[in-house]
């Protein structure tokens, strides 16, 4: 989404009112204020006006699923897509427990199994057509089955109703419970080790939970399902958050791709960029010296 | 490019060598080091180490060259092929001043006329072909002649021959000429405008000149001819840099695409960013309050 910001109003600490970035697609004039911004979880400013590239609906669209037996499978079929450079548009994960939440929570019959879902954007029917073939000849190889793509808007919105429903299909395995999510991001070619610990992890807790991945980035998603009156519970999914980034930072990943730092990542944030975090509250303070903005978030004072 | 940028290493004023960034496609791990020294022009620190995301050579790629009467048909078309959502890799412009001179330089026999140079990537050849000929079709629309399109290495090469020539063909035009060069980018709707600007006023002045755009970005870069020994024309040379930043910024443009502000550009950033690059000031005293780092550039002290 970032790189889709090309401009920002902010009002800074001290009342300026500055305008970032601009309405050409790039300009090397100055430092680039307007991704400093974004990304600042309202630590730097208040952002009023953001101005985003518009993109078009594209000519053709066409959507795909595809189940495998095993994670690996899976994982391995996504990153073939992307090496294979075809210009995959999404490309989503659901891990098994995911999926059968998704079954009873819509009432839909997909094969309780680790599933890819692809959607694949071009120029014509022909050229988008050729792109889930290949997405499909990549799935066999890694043991795919069942692979099923469509055209048309409403069955295109049928096989992805499962990825739109996940997280509310995933808090309704446990009545009551409520999810407690985390994501991390990792080096594609580091994605099937990390997916594949996260889920040995949770299958070694008590605690019940589910990953859903925007596998085309390297990054996903892990909710826990918890009572939130029982302490232990929480203790538990904190434990399996903080295993799932510590295996991502080993891996060269970051503690966090989309969710952001907040109060909850603050020590990971240092573990990952150790003294850059320096150089960020260096930035934090020349912005915003009497911490008015979001304080005590992302950075310890 | 630096959206391929995924990290750096940056010796810093104090001495301090901090981490950017890392190897995930995606962060949202605090502030954005890395594009914030990314363009900084050594204002902000060294940058001694890169990350860099690579992509594979594309599965099948085509190449096409085509002429128009008009320039205002060239700029219509690459607008029109941009905003038809055709994925080009490349489409570069160049005007009647810089073919003939890539023709008496490289032996060419080009039409002399505005001429567009493209460049479609895909994952087969019927993808790549389908690309060129929807190209094709808009150019036709907008006024396009003797469309050519090679799939083969070395066609491709011939064909896009005259582009990569075209900065030493330029300065061929004047023997013994200095190459003034600069760049502007402007939002695709306001392309046309700009560049038929920017020949207007080349055509009304003394001094020779050529155009030549990525105009899929909506940047493009003039080159004046001047004997630096005449100060008259190193002054008109300014004259018209200075229209084609002005015309540039009305319309929503930034001062510079990519050649950066230096010391020639300092008054356009204050002109483009107003009170933001008090805000740039406040973070270049920050990281370099002594103003070790590339002074005097970019910024006025």
């Known amino acids: 989404m970032k790189d889709n910001v090309l401009g920002l109003t902010v009002v800074l600490a001290d009342g300026r009112v500055i305008r970032t970035g601009g309405r050409a697609r790039k300009s090397s004039a100055g430092y680039d204020l307007t991704r400093l911004f974004v990304g600042s979880e309202g630590t730097l400013g208040v952002i009023t006006e953001i101005t985003l590239r518009l993109h078009l609906v594209p000519e053709a669209t066409s959507a795909a699923v595809c189940s495998f037996a095993e994670m690996k499978g899976a994982v ?46 071009g120029v014509s029917e022909r050229n ?52 407690w999510t985390t994501d991390v991001c990792v080096p594609i070619s ?49 434990r399996l958050a903080d295993l799932l980034v510590v295996r991502a930072l080993e891996v060269g990943g970051t503690c966090t791709g989309e969710h952001g730092i907040g109060m909850g990542k603050m020590a990971y944030l240092e573990r990952e960029h150790g003294e850059a975090v320096e150089v960020m509250r260096d930035l934090k303070h020349v912005l915003d010296p009497m911490n008015l903005m979001n304080p005590g978030k992302m950075l310890r004072a």
Chains 1, 2 share one sequence.
């Open 76 to 121: 391995d079929t996504a990153a073939a897509v992307i090496q294979a450079g075809i210009p995959v548009a999404r490309v989503e994960l659901l891990d098994e427990a995911m999926v059968e939440a998704v079954n009873h929570f819509s009432g839909l019959q997909h094969k309780v199994a680790p599933t890819l879902f692809f959607e694949f954007h």
């Open 128 to 179: 988008v057509v050729e792109q889930a073939e290949m997405a499909e000849a990549a799935a066999r190889e890694n043991g795919g089955t069942g692979f099923e793509w469509a055209l048309r808007a409403e069955d295109r919105a049928r096989l992805w109703k499962a990825r739109h429903d996940a997280y509310y299909a995933a808090l309704a395995l446990r009545p009551g419970a409520k999810g």
């Open 190 to 238: 580091r994605l099937t080790e990390a997916v594949l610990a996260a889920k040995a992890d949770l299958a070694a807790s008590p605690l019940k939970g589910a990953l859903v991945g925007h596998v085309g980035d390297g990054n996903f998603h892990m909710v826990y399902l918890v009572d939130p009156a029982r302490p232990e519970e929480v203790d538990e999914a904190k």
